[in-house]
C-alpha cells in the first residue's frame, strides 16, 4: 500500500478561496459578506485538515521506518536461532548415538581416578556448555517471537495510520472543493452583478436572466387581448434558462393563475415589489421566505399561462412600494445591457 504525497491541488485553491475578499464592488450584498465569512470558515477547517493530515503523513513516516527495522532485525533473530537450533541438533544426534555417561560411569573407567577426575571435569565444561547453548537459543527464539509481535503490532498500527490519513486527505480535498465551489459561486454571482447609482436607481441589480440570451423591447403599454395594456416587459430567452433575482431581497410570494401562469414575487430591498410570470417552475433558492441577493438564481424560464404556445419569456412588472405598476423597462436597460 504506497503512501499518497499531498496533491498540489491542495496549494493552488488555498490560494484560490482568498479570491472572494478580492470580488468586485458590486458583489458586496450583504448576503455574499455572509458567504465570505462561510468562506472564512471553510478555509479554517481546511488549515485544520491539511495540518492533521501533515502529523498523520509525519507519523505513518517513522513507522515505516519502525516496521522495517524490526522486520530486518526479525531476520537476523531467524538466522541466529536456526543456526543454534541446527547445534542442539546436532549435539541431540551425538549424545544419543554415544550415549552421555555419568560421573560415576567415568571415575570406574580405565586410566586411574586422576584420569578419572580429568575426564570428569571435561564432561562438566561440556555439560555447562550445552546448557549454555540451549539458553542461547531459547532466549533468541524468545527475542523473536517478541520482534515478531512487535512488528505485527507496529504493521496494524501503520495501517490504522494510513486509513486515517487516507481520510484525512479525502476529507481535505473536499474541503478545498467545496472553497473552490464557493468562489466559483461568488465569482459568477458578482459577474452577474452591476452597482447601479443614478437618480432613477440606486443599489446592486442583476439581469432577470443571462445577458447574452435575452431580447426585450419596451412594450408599455401596448394592447393586449380583453383590452387590457401591457403592464411590463416581456424578456424573451431560451426555454427553462436559469432566472434571476433582479435585486436583493424576499420571496414573498408564489402564484399560478389561467392569464399568468406559474409566478413569483420578489420584494425588493428598494422597496419595490419585482413579479414575474411565464416562468416554467421555481428553483430551490426561489422559495417563498427565502431571503437572495441579486443574480441568485430563483426560476426558470417558460411559456405557461396564456403564454402556452407561445415563445418562452418572462413578463417582468416593477410596482415601487407595492403599488401600481411602472415602466420596468428603463430599470431592465440599466442592468441588463
Known amino acids: 500500500m504506497q503512501v499518497r504525497s499531498r496533491s498540489p491541488l ?30 472564512a470558515e471553510v478555509q479554517r ?19 515505516i521506518d519502525e516496521l522495517a527495522d524490526l522486520e530486518a532485525r526479525a531476520v537476523e533473530l531467524e538466522a541466529e536461532a536456526r543456526t543454534l537450533d541446527a547445534g542442539l541438533a546436532a549435539r541431540a544426534r551425538d549424545i544419543y548415538k554415544r550415549g552421555t555417561g555419568t560421573t560415576f560411569e567415568l571415575l570406574l573407567g580405565e586410566g586411574g581416578p586422576d584420569e578419572a577426575i580429568q575426564r570428569a571435569s571435561l564432561a562438566e565444561v561440556l555439560q555447562q556448555r550445552e546448557t549454555a547453548s540451549l539458553e542461547q537459543a531459547l532466549a533468541a527464539r524468545v527475542a523473536l517471537d517478541q520482534t515478531r509481535q512487535l512488528a505485527e503490532e507496529r504493521r496494524v498500527e501503520l495501517e490504522a495510520l494510513r486509513a486515517e490519513m487516507e481520510a484525512a486527505q ?33 443599489g446592486i441589480y442583476s439581469c432577470i436572466m443571462d445577458r447574452g440570451v435575452t431580447s426585450f423591447r419596451d412594450t408599455w403599454g401596448a394592447p393586449r387581448s380583453g383590452g387590457r395594456r401591457h403592464k411590463g416587459t ?25 392569464l ?16 414575474y410570470t411565464h416562468l416554467n417552475g421555481y428553483a430551490p433558492q426561489g422559495a417563498v421566505g427565502r431571503r437572495v441577493v441579486a443574480g441568485e438564481h430563483i426560476a426558470y424560464n417558460g411559456a405557461t399561462g396564456n403564454a402556452r404556445g407561445g415563445a418562452p419569456h418572462v413578463h417582468f412588472e416593477r410596482h415601487p412600494g407595492g403599488g401600481a405598476a411602472e415602466n420596468p423597462y428603463p430599470y431592465l436597460v440599466a442592468a441588463c445591457r
Open 234 to 258: 416581456d424578456v424573451m430567452a431560451p426555454f427553462n434558462v436559469p432566472v434571476y433575482a433582479f435585486t436583493s431581497g424576499v420571496i414573498s410570494r408564489h402564484s399560478n393563475s389561467r
Open 170 to 202: 479525502a476529507a481535505l480535498e473536499r474541503e478545498l472543493a467545496a472553497a473552490r465551489t464557493r468562489v466559483q459561486v461568488l465569482e459568477t454571482l458578482a459577474a452577474r452583478q452591476r452597482l447601479i447609482d443614478t437618480a432613477r436607481q440606486r
Open 45 to 63: 477547517r481546511l488549515d485544520e485538515a491539511n495540518a492533521r493530515y501533515e502529523e498523520l503523513y509525519t507519523a505513518v513516516e517513522v513507522a
Open 260 to 275: 399568468g401562469g406559474i409566478s413569483l414575487y420578489l420584494r425588493g430591498d428598494d422597496g419595490a415589489v419585482y413579479f
Open 10 to 39: 491542495a496549494v493552488v485553491l488555498l490560494a484560490v478561496a482568498l479570491v472572494a475578499p478580492s470580488l468586485p464592488a458590486a458583489a458586496q450584498a450583504p448576503d455574499v459578506e455572509g458567504a465570505r465569512q462561510r468562506a
